[in-house]
């Protein structure tokens, strides 16, 4: 790319060109993007964050149950303060809230409403692993007139923006407001993100799937059946080799995939069968469904396309299993057949 692209510039042309986003929209996108390079910074000194250092644990629990790390409460801060004033939001959700964040009666009100996973993948904060934030972005139900939790349970197929930001060996932005997905990596020195990838496309076939093995002996039947399919190689009914990784920051694996191609699954099991995954509907799973069918995917539960499932909770919990076309529709396929 001979000229760099920015993503202000990006957003600008959006709005300008392609009609996708309004000024809100485009302002609350640069928003997110301006908290996520603040939590970089913070990804970025680690430990030498003195006082404010980011490692370690909290001392708390959110409201799933998870022991809270400090970046996880960092995280969910800066995103807070940062999109809180700006006039674009009506309020936001986070996996680090029990409730909705109604925004405070001091600053205006608008038409979007925020959800994020502040900091994915917090098993690798303290081990120097790529992490990440993931958001996604819908709007207020017409003639509403005042905001409650209700509001935000709408099907992902009502997203009117998605994204995350990696924290790895470089800090990247990855985005979609329906009309494919954009990639913008930090330039440290400029202090914005820059265009790296525009329109990413996922191969159909894969030989790489991604799931945390350790789980194998509570798997689903269908499940059990892909992966012994994959790991008997050549010599089995695939008749290629597979290989594996597992990065336990879905943020992680579904940029692999984004980039190479691949299929993830964290199905449901046996472990707690009452909870429908271990991964959430409206934070983790909509979010990246969404950037993974524009980048030509699919994104599915085993039964149904995630994005059209109807949330009955903010933090519904959901199956997933997502990534290279024919192996998701392969896998689904097995559900079926049950
Ligand atoms: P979070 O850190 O936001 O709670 O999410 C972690 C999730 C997901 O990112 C990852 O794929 C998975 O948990 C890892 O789970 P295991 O620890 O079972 O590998
Ligand atoms: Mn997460
Ligand atoms: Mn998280």
Redesign the pocket.
């Known amino acids: 790319m001979s000229q760099k692209i920015s993503l202000t510039r990006y957003l600008v042309e959006q709005q300008r060109m392609e009609g996708h986003i309004p000024s809100q929209l485009r302002l609350l996108l640069e928003v997110v993007a301006r908290a996520c390079k603040s939590i970089s910074q913070a990804v970025n000194k680690g430990a030498l964050g003195g006082e404010n250092s980011i490692m370690g644990t909290a001392g708390s629990e959110n409201v799933q149950g ?1 022991v809270q790390k400090k970046l ?1 409460i960092i995280a969910n801060e800066v995103l807070i303060e940062a999109n809180e004033w700006g006039g674009h939001l009506a309020a936001m959700a986070s ?1 680090e809230m029990d409730s909705i964040y109604v925004v405070p009666n001091r600053y205006p009100q608008g038409e979007y409403l925020l959800l994020f ?1 502040p ?5 690798n904060i303290d081990i120097n692993v790529s992490i990440g934030t993931i958001f996604s972005v819908l709007k207020m139900p017409e003639d509403d007139r005042g905001v409650d939790e209700g509001d935000f349970l709408q099907a992902g197929n009502k997203q009117v923006a998605a994204g995350y930001c990696i924290y790895g060996p470089q800090t990247t932005l990855v985005l979609t407001v329906g009309d494919g997905v954009a990639m913008f990596t930090l330039d440290r020195e400029q202090g914005s993100f820059v265009l790296i990838e525009e329109n990413v496309t996922i191969p159909e076939d894969t030989q790489e799937f991604a799931i ?1 093995m350790s ?1 194998m002996r509570h798997w689903d039947e269908p499940v059990k059946r892909y992966i012994d399919e994959c790991l008997a190689g050549k010599d089995g009914p695939r008749g290629k080799d597979f290989n594996m990784r ?6 992680a ?1 579904v940029h692999r995939i984004l980039c190479r191609g691949g299929i993830f699954m ?1 199905p449901w099991d046996k472990r707690e069968p009452e909870k429908a995954g ?2 959430r509907l409206m934070y ?1 799973a909509n979010p990246m469904s969404w950037l993974i069918e524009q980048a030509g995917g699919m994104a599915t539960n085993g039964k149904q396309r995630i994005l059209d499932i109807q949330p009955g909770k903010l933090h519904e919990r959901v199956s997933v299993i997502l990534g290279s076309k024919n192996e998701v529709e392969r896998v689904t396929s097995y559900h079926a057949k049950l």
Not at 119 to 123: E, I, R, T, Y
Not at 246 to 251: G, I, K, L, Y
């Open positions: 998870e996880d996996e996973d900091l994915d993948g917090s098993s945390n789980n597992w990065v336990a920051a879905m943020v694996d964290y271990k991964l983790e």
